[in-house]
């Protein structure tokens, strides 16, 4: 390890919190460590030992991670020795950056930013533009499975209980749905708002269908997620889900709320989209899903097209061409095209 560069990445997030940000900082960490040290932390100070050999930080979340952000900045103040890279999530693309003064200070402070789906850098102000990079999060493959159940359709919901992942909207649409009995719909994510939690534990036993299973180990999900016929994604923002790419990549279709960060990763032309907080939408997708013998390999057939972008290689590249660029003082250059790209 001795003469490789050391990286910081800050993440809001450690492995207790079982969610994207910790799971996009292990990653990540995991993609440069071939060339690099690399270690993980939540808050960054430059009086602790191990800070004085970070040579370049990578901080995800412009809110969270702000007070590491301006420390970084204080402590090495020209940009060239001591690069830093700014990873931004949903909420700080989607809202944070808007009318939070922290998230805003991250954004003129960092040298690079990376947004995690293709639509992303639509959002930012004009004169940050420049300095964003985009960078699709990836999984490894799974086979779709075969196996799936002929009697009955299996939706599944992947999200900690939060106003973000709206899971209000999937709960109306299966009020709208009680008629139909060859209809199964799981949900699995953490509590993190006490009312929701007494909200998904009603829906849980006024219809039997439903099951909220809580948190669950991911490679659990990802068996669920490989195992039902679609992921139903109804967010009211997003970065870039995690849980949508491990869908794609099992070749499990989609049922997503039209979001930028949702179309960032699906594509524009994608045939499984609703309306943010569209419950009636969402059960008519839902329905044709069940009883259109079309819908389903339609669906299967474009996230099939999406997958490659999503392979940990791209990825791998993807970060390591930035890193690179900026400890040698260069422009990182840009990815190369893909269909779908909007640039």
């Known amino acids: 390890m001795q003469g490789k560069v050391q990286i910081v990445i800050v993440t809001p997030a450690l492995a207790d919190a079982n969610n ?24 960054w100070h430059a009086a602790e030992p191990a800070a004085a050999a970070d040579r370049l930080m990578i901080a995800l979340h412009a809110r969270r991670s702000a007070p590491s952000v301006a420390a970084w900045r204080e402590a090495r103040p020209d940009a060239a020795p001591a690069p830093l890279v700014l990873a931004l999530t949903g909420t700080d693309l989607y809202r944070d950056i808007d009318v939070d003064a922290d998230a805003q200070r991250s954004l003129t402070l960092a040298d690079r930013l990376i947004v995690l789906n293709e639509l992303g850098p639509q959002r930012l102000p004009p004169e940050v533009r ?45 009020e709208l749905l009680r008629h139909r009995t060859d209809l199964r719909f799981d949900h699995v994510g953490e509590a993190l708002d006490p009312a929701l939690r007494r909200a998904a534990c009603a829906q ?42 491990e869908a794609i990549r099992s070749g499990t279709p989609v049922l997503a ?16 989209y609703f309306d943010v907080g569209d419950p009636a939408a969402l059960a008519a997708l839902l329905q044709r899903a069940r009883d259109d013998p079309a819908m ?33 003082h260069r422009r990182p250059a840009a990815a190369p095209a893909h269909p779908g790209d909007p640039r």
């Not at 990802?222 to 997003?238: D, F, G, T, Y």
């Not at 709320?257 to 499984?272: F, H, P, T, W």
């Open 257 to 272: 709320s039209r979001v930028d960060g949702n179309v960032g990763l699906l594509g524009a032309d994608y045939g499984g």
């Open 204 to 245: 849980a036993a006024a219809w039997p269908a439903y099951r909220w299973l809580g948190g669950r180990a991911h490679g659990d999900v990802r068996r669920r997620i490989q195992a039902a016929h679609v992921l139903v994604h109804p967010s009211v923002m997003e970065g870039g889900a995690q849980v949508v790419i």
């Open 296 to 328: 389903l390999p339609a669906l299967s057939r474009q996230v099939a097209r999406r997958a490659p972008l999503f392979a940990p290689r791209a990825e791998a590249a993807a970060l390591r061409r930035i890193v690179r660029a900026l400890l040698t």
């Open 20 to 43: 994207g940000n910790w799971r996009t900082a292990r990653r990540w960490a995991g993609m440069l460590a071939p060339a690099y040290r690399v270690r993980v932390v939540r808050h």
């Open 130 to 174: 420049r300095r964003c990079d985009v960078v699709l999060q990836s999984c490894t493959a799974r086979r779709p499975r075969r196996d799936k159940p002929r009697r009955f359709l299996r939706a599944l919901m992947v999200g900690h209980l939060r106003p973000e992942k709206d899971p209000g909207t999937a709960w109306r649409a299966l």
